[in-house]
């Protein structure tokens, strides 16, 4: 099969400004160099890409920017508008900790046409699958407001793009970074024709909720679905999740193409995220979702880059993804690959299955009482 790799210099340029992690320096905050979202996880990614050999057997394509005109099918008019007058004073906060700089316009346009190229790829039939390393990332951002580091809702965008150009009438969202994608959920929570799903540790985001209890409303009422694991999960609980319920979701609604917000930090050197997972982990949640696209979509399946915060890891576990993307293997050996088995809590634990188990009865019961 062919990938499609898309992302841009500009990308890397895109800069949230002087925060300390992710607070503003000020009283008893002292100033730090760097916002935790900086590029060093991304541009390190692409360049092991480079140095392992992988790049050499994807399909580089070169991005371009969202226009205006796309931007609305998510966002407010208002709300974009803002975003630009926002750079064009030099930068300011987009809504709720997600600021940018003078270049914060361009860069993220030119990150949300990084996911509308991929889908382009896909559904004219260049590549089977593909893969958009974007930042700024997406999946916080609201129609009305940034939130979370993300600008425009990157995987959101896609998937709209997907149904208004080429005429999709079911798109699903498969969404495993540590933190709920609440504005993926918000953008389509009145719809069927997308079924949003996020699986993230519960409260990992506080100013958001993502709860097995928000299903969607109106026609949008079940096609929603949120797993709250509790801190700690590794391998067995992630992959009891998706067995228990993202799968079974899937084939019941036979997604024409599948879209992954590809966030890696539910990794376990990631410092704002407490679960366990590793490349071992990234490498089967890729590969369960691949089979289910290819009995489904086609084959066609799009990820966007969201999150991901350790340096070190993240180009590893970014490497295991698209190795199993691409069906192509590279010269570069994980370092952390070794130590998986020897960590305990990659052991799926009792309340880990318990709470699946729950998880896929409740889900199960949404889907025939509200599933057309």
């Not at 909720?209 to 709250?228: F, Q, R, S, V």
């Not at 799968?247 to 019941?252: E, G, H, R, S």
């Not at 299955?353 to 199960?364: G, K, M, P, T």
Request: net charge negative; aromatic share 8%.
């Amino acid at each position: 099969m062919s990938t499609a790799y898309i992302t841009d210099e500009l990308c890397f340029w895109h800069d949230p400004g002087n925060y300390a992690l992710m607070l503003k320096p000020g009283g008893y905050v002292e100033p730090y160099n760097r916002h935790i979202e900086n590029a060093d996880p991304k541009r390190r990614l692409h360049n092991l890409l480079q140095t392992s050999g992988l790049m050499d057997q994807l399909t580089v394509m070169p991005a371009r920017d969202v226009l205006a005109e796309e931007l609305t099918r998510i966002h407010s008019a208002a709300y974009v508008q803002k975003v630009q007058q926002l750079a064009l004073q030099g930068g300011g906060n987009t809504g709720v900790g997600a600021p940018i700089s003078s270049n914060g316009w361009d860069a993220a346009r030119r990150s949300a046409g990084c996911a509308l190229t991929a889908v382009d790829a896909v559904l004219k039939g260049n590549a089977q699958t593909a893969y958009a390393l974007t930042r700024p990332p997406g999946h916080h951002a609201e129609p009305e407001q940034g939130m979370g580091f993300c600008v425009f809702s990157n995987a959101a965008l896609a998937a709209a793009h997907a149904i208004d150009v080429y005429g999709l009438k079911r798109v699903a969202i498969v969404d495993w970074d540590v933190h709920f994608g609440n504005g993926t959920q918000k953008s389509f929570e009145n719809r069927a024709d997308v079924l949003t799903i996020s699986v993230h540790q519960q409260a990992g985001y506080l100013l958001v909720k993502g709860e097995a209890d928000e299903l969607g409303t109106g026609l949008g009422l079940g096609y929603n679905l949120n797993l709250p694991l509790p801190p700690g999960c590794g391998f067995g609980a992630y992959r009891e999740a998706f067995e228990q319920v993202v799968l079974p979701a899937l084939d019941a609604y036979r997604p024409e193409l599948i879209i992954v917000p590809c966030g890696y930090d539910a990794g376990r050197f990631d410092p704002l995220g407490r679960m366990l997972l590793d490349g071992v982990a990234f490498r089967w949640m890729t590969d369960a979702v691949l089979d289910i696209a290819q009995r489904h979509s086609q084959g066609r399946l799009v990820m966007t880059h969201e999150g991901g915060y350790c340096p070190v890891s993240v180009p590893f576990w970014g490497l295991a993804v698209l190795e199993q993307l691409s069906g192509c293997s590279s010269q570069a050996t994980c370092p952390f690959t070794p130590q998986h088995d020897l960590m305990p809590g990659q052991q799926l634990q009792s309340y880990q299955r318990d709470l699946s188990r729950q998880l896929s009865a409740h889900f199960e019961e949404v889907r025939q009482r509200h599933w057309r």
